[in-house]
């Protein structure tokens, strides 16, 4: 693989910043890594010696803030920060320019939980529970196919399928 600078030499060294809900991972060769990370402002010997690294890199937080440019929502001006800080989107467009994020915002905001954790209106509560019935068959269904034991999941299965014909059915 190349340098993502130069494009000239071979990458052998992999920067990797947490930005959050995003990452970005940059594959550098060593003389541009130099560069990146300012290695000819510390007076090293072997500026690739995992100790001076992460003194380096540590001297380097505290000398700087890093800016990171946030994504926003070009109709509110939302920032992909402010919404995840908030759990509130600024407005409807937010959810179709943010949408990759949008599993990992509900799952923050939700207790590390992927679904809703709310109050649920009264005609939806039978819908739900028979939706969540299914789901939880389905992964024991799953669990047993991993461990071979394909009898109990044939008997899982048909668990499930008869709940969906019920659902079907509007029983």
Do not use: W
């Not at 990452?23 to 550098?28: G, W």
């Not at 959810?95 to 599993?103: A, K, L, M, S, T």
């Amino acid at each position: 693989m190349k340098c993502e600078i130069c494009n000239e030499n071979e990458a052998t060294v992999h920067i990797s910043e947490d930005l959050g809900l995003a990452q970005n991972v940059r594959y550098l060769c060593e003389q541009c890594a130099e560069k990146s990370l300012h290695v000819n402002d510390y007076q090293v010997d072997n500026p690739f010696d995992i100790h001076t690294l992460l003194k380096m890199l540590a001297a380097n937080a505290e000398k700087k803030e890093v800016e990171v440019e946030a994504p926003e929502c070009p109709s509110c001006g939302s920032t992909l920060r402010s919404v995840v800080d908030n759990g509130l989107f600024g407005c409807s467009y937010c959810y179709d320019y943010f949408g990759e994020y949008v599993p990992q915002i509900v799952e923050r905001v939700q207790l590390n939980q992927n679904r809703h954790l709310g109050k649920i209106p009264h005609q939806k509560v039978d819908a739900l529970r028979l939706k969540r019935d299914i789901e939880s068959l389905q992964q024991r269904l799953d669990d047993k196919v991993k461990t071979q034991a394909f009898e109990e999941a044939a008997v899982i299965r048909d668990q499930i399928q008869a709940l969906k014909d019920g659902e079907s059915h509007g029983e």
